[in-house]
């Protein structure tokens, strides 16, 4: 018979020191992430001095956090440095105030708002390519992060960020290191310089721009003109949710872009059907929305590409009651992190799931599966407020590169780098080809 202490599960504790070793070399924490879920399972405590989260992973509990138990956790910690960048922007916002904000910008991103950015997307990816020389080589990473920028500031805020690229590079970079995994977990504390000055160039970017439409007080459907027209919003809470667009937008769109070409150049089977499933619809034309939503087998290796490598891979929470988790005890205070990267990999709930296989999304095909197995824009009402934009932008790019070039992948040693999003590391060099039909 088993006391009242034993019918208790408790959650498994694992020694940090990997984790700690692996965060001074800045490397991928996620072998150390993997190896602990392979032994101690869907919900474990990493134990270092300073730095306790509890880490889960699963649909059950997924459901549990992003839903059924939602009001029992706060997404703002005044400790981490993405709070301390983005002050009061909508990721790091609470309750009603967070709800005020969403309601503000959610219309810049409906699904039917959205639809109407296909001119812009496709403009910034021919421009892109445009610079695309015949038989170069270039690092898909930097390529698509200038053009997610590009795509961003134009749909969103109007602003052509492409002049100002050079000069405003190296700081999004920064602030991206800022906010990224590092030794700030154990001691928040530790010594970053030289950020303050990239923040500071990204502001005086940023409260320009909304200088600027104030003055002229035009009429452009756009974000922006949404949070300037509410009157409860000053310049400082504008630029709060244009940096929150700025970094996480684009970088999310960039990493998820990254991992798409890299998986084509690994598989060129794929990219052949791929791009004969472009040529079939499009020709040589260039994507109508009509046709975009055409691409099938291109929508399958996104979302796969998502399964596989989910630009967001953890969502920290902090609890604010005492409460159970998984059946397990988790007190007040505690810091969890829902492991998205774990959960779509789980083999309970993905046949072969370490592989690359963008059928498993066929649409004839009945897979059923719990609705909490794949979060690539996270689940529940605080769902990524930018998901229809960064699924219709994904297909025009993808769909336009395999119209114009053929792709050939150089850099096949590529991890899994932790950052802001997870993205691929150093990069993902790639030879490009133009087609006949452009030369």
Known sequence: ??????????????????????????????????????????????????????????????????????????????????????????????????????????????????????????????????????????????????????????????????????????????????????????????????????????????YAIISERRQKGDDKEDMLADLINQESMDDDLIRDQMLTMLIAGHDTSTALLSWALYLLGRHPEVMKRARDEVDTVMGTDEPTLTKVNQLHFVEQIIKEALRLFPPIHVGNRITNVDQNLAGCPVPKGSRVMLSYYLTHRDEQHWEQAERFNPDRFDRQTNHERSSYSYLPFGGGPRNCIGAAFAQIESRVVLARILQDFDLNLISQSVTKHMGATLEPSPGVLMRLQKRDHVK
């Open 1 to 206: 018979m088993k006391t009242e202490t034993e019918a208790i599960p408790t959650i498994s504790s694992s020694n940090g020191l990997p984790i700690l070793k692996e965060l001074t070399k800045q490397r991928s924490l996620l072998a150390g992430l993997e190896a602990m879920h392979k032994e101690l399972g869907n919900i474990f405590e990493i134990s270092m001095p300073g730095f306790k989260p509890i880490v889960l992973s699963g649909p059950e509990v997924a459901r549990e956090i992003l839903v059924t138990q939602r009001f029992q956790f706060t997404w703002r910690n005044d400790g981490d440095p993405v709070t301390r960048l983005l002050r009061h922007g909508l990721l790091v916002e609470d309750g009603e105030f967070h709800d005020t904000l969403r309601g503000y910008m959610q219309p810049a991103l409906q699904r039917s708002r959205t639809n109407n950015y296909l001119p812009v997307m496709l403009a910034c990816t021919n421009r892109v390519l445009e610079s695309w020389e015949d038989g170069s080589t270039k690092d898909m990473l930097v390529e698509m992060r200038k053009l997610a920028l590009m795509i961003l500031m134009e749909a969103l805020f109007s602003v052509d960020i492409a002049p100002d690229l050079p000069r405003l590079w190296g700081s999004i970079l920064k602030v991206l290191r800022y906010i990224s995994p590092g030794l700030w977990l154990i001691n928040s504390k530790f010594p970053r310089p030289g950020y303050r000055n990239s923040i500071n160039k990204l502001d005086e970017y940023l």
